[in-house]
């Protein structure tokens, strides 16, 4: 038989007139269906998404990741479908590192629409890295001194520049470096060892400090 519509859901379903057939059919009168007796279920096509991603980021202090759009597979030749992919997701936590990515359902649109059933990607299988954020120490210096036969100074000042809002993020310096020479006159400091410290330390790499000097 024929259902009255292609689409999913309850269908009226005609079909031919029935006949009686046997050496005593002529016997009986079949009463024939009634144009609603006979129905049909259509269930929505399961179809799938591919090459759904999102993308890497620099640490920023949010969650926020930009979601990159898939393709959908499955869909019937001449049906007009879509998929609504959400701009944005949410990796599962704001700091340096691999994480899962959380998207909002995607939805289905088009003329044709409601005749698939679009399995949404599991958590787990869209993932993303973000990236530690450089950040430099400015106004670092080295402490002139007196001449005393060696060439070890101390470095004084400074400031980090480049973290985001309010991180809790502060560095460590020797408490002492050497210079290239221990006479008197101006001398290169080669500044090494400097640390990162803090709740938020692991979200920055340090840019290389460039060398002062001393008199």
Not at 10 to 31: A, F, T
Not at 111 to 125: C, V
Not at 138 to 162: M, P, S, W
């Amino acid at each position: 038989g024929k259902a009255d519509s292609k689409n999913a859901g309850i269908k009226d379903v005609k079909i031919d007139e029935i006949e009686l057939r046997g050496s005593k059919s002529k016997n009986y009168e079949l009463i024939q269906p009634k144009k609603d007796d006979v129905k049909v279920e259509i269930s929505p096509l399961d179809i799938n998404i591919k090459d759904l991603s999102a993308m890497d980021k620099e640490y920023d202090g949010n969650n926020k990741v930009k979601i990159q759009r898939g393709t959908l597979e499955g869909i019937l030749n001449g049906d007009t479908v879509s998929a609504k992919i959400p701009e944005e997701g949410q990796a599962d936590d704001k700091n340096a590192g691999k994480h899962k990515v959380h998207i909002e359902k995607i939805k289905l649109e088009g003329k044709d629409a409601k005749n698939y059933n679009l399995i949404q990607p599991e958590y787990g299988s869209i993932t993303m890295k973000i990236s530690q954020k450089p950040i430099s120490i400015v106004g670092l210096e080295a402490q002139d001194k007196t001449y005393d036969g060696n060439n070890i100074v101390k470095l004084v000042g400074g400031k980090i520049e480049g973290k985001v809002g309010n991180d809790d993020v502060s560095f460590l310096v020797p408490d002492t470096v050497v210079s290239e020479g221990s006479k008197v006159g101006i001398h290169r400091v080669i500044i090494k060892g400097i640390k990162l410290e803090g709740h938020d330390a692991n979200n920055y790499k340090l840019e290389k400090v460039n060398d002062v000097t001393v008199k």
